[in-house]
């Protein structure tokens, strides 16, 4: 069954660091496009970074230069480095995998398999 498992939440203030971790089960993460969404209470799942199986990555504007997606293939393991964290960057976060072939990348529906979620609380 393929599992993604997301770890590395917490309570940070302003100006602090996070480091996110994904891990996969039953599927070689690097064969597929994967992101980071976050989701606050009332709200869509927004997209918030991407890595494709080619290496390519792409951001949302208000997280580019702060945040940094990477996987380690050997650990089968997506990342999320988040420095300079807003307040506005409380969520919660999830990994998610598509298929490469599939449309936008912001775009939740686009994902077929989701982790739980981990949380981020940044306070001022």
């Known amino acids: 069954e393929v599992q993604l498992v997301e770890s590395g939440g917490g309570s940070v203030q302003a100006g602090g660091s996070l480091r996110l971790s994904c891990v996969a089960s039953?599927?070689?993460?690097?064969?597929?496009?994967m992101a980071w969404f976050r989701q606050i209470p009332g709200k869509g799942r927004e997209g918030v970074a991407t890595?494709?199986?080619?290496?390519?990555?792409d951001y949302a504007d208000p997280v580019k230069g702060r945040f940094t997606i990477s996987r380690d293939n050997a650990k089968n393991t997506l990342y999320l480095q988040m420095n300079s964290l807003k307040p506005d960057d409380t969520a919660m976060y999830y990994c998610?995998?598509?298929?490469?072939?599939?449309?936008?990348?912001?775009?939740?529906?686009?994902?077929?398999?989701w982790g739980q979620g981990t949380q981020v609380t940044v306070s001022s």
């Open positions: 890595l494709y199986s080619s290496g390519y990555t």
């Open positions: 998610a995998r598509r298929y490469c072939t599939s449309g936008a990348w912001k775009i939740a529906a686009q994902y077929n398999h």
């Open positions: 039953e599927f070689i993460l690097s064969s597929y496009c």
